[in-house]
């Protein structure tokens, strides 16, 4: 067998492989010649702004050989953020899991806050929302107003 090893990741940046996008596949030599398929999945968390947002998905062989089939890209934009959220940041360096530091679970309190937090956010969208509809509307009834006239 040969040792194989690749690393695998999202970004925003081209030509970039964050820091916290290190998964990471390694086949030991030990393991033995022959086909071997494994899935890879990786997951980045990216805030965006209106308009054009590329992202990236990237594989690095490092060592012996592999190929990729049937990937898949899949994008889910959130208006909202909930929860305590650590981004993807393109450039960083890694830091190995066992070393970042531990969170203990969040409080009563916290998720209550957090709650709360969330539904102003989704209330005051909601009427922003609606405050704009209205708008359109009140142009588009004076509009046929004036076209009646």
Known sequence: GTMSDAYFGVSNQSGVFPGNQDVHLHLAAA???GERKYPVTVHGLFSVSSGLNTLYFYAKE???VFYAYDI?????YFPTAYGVIEPTLAGEPSTPDEELPQ???MTLEEVTA???EAETFH???IERE????RTRLEAVEL???????
């Open 31 to 33: 393991v033995g010649s």
């Open 62 to 64: 490092t060592l012996g």
């Open 72 to 76: 898949q890209f899949t994008l889910v």
């Open 103 to 105: 969170r203990p679970p």
């Open 114 to 116: 957090e709650q709360a």
């Open 123 to 125: 209330t005051s969208r």
């Open 130 to 133: 609606l405050a704009e509809i």
């Open 143 to 149: 509009e046929l107003q004036n076209q009646n006239r």
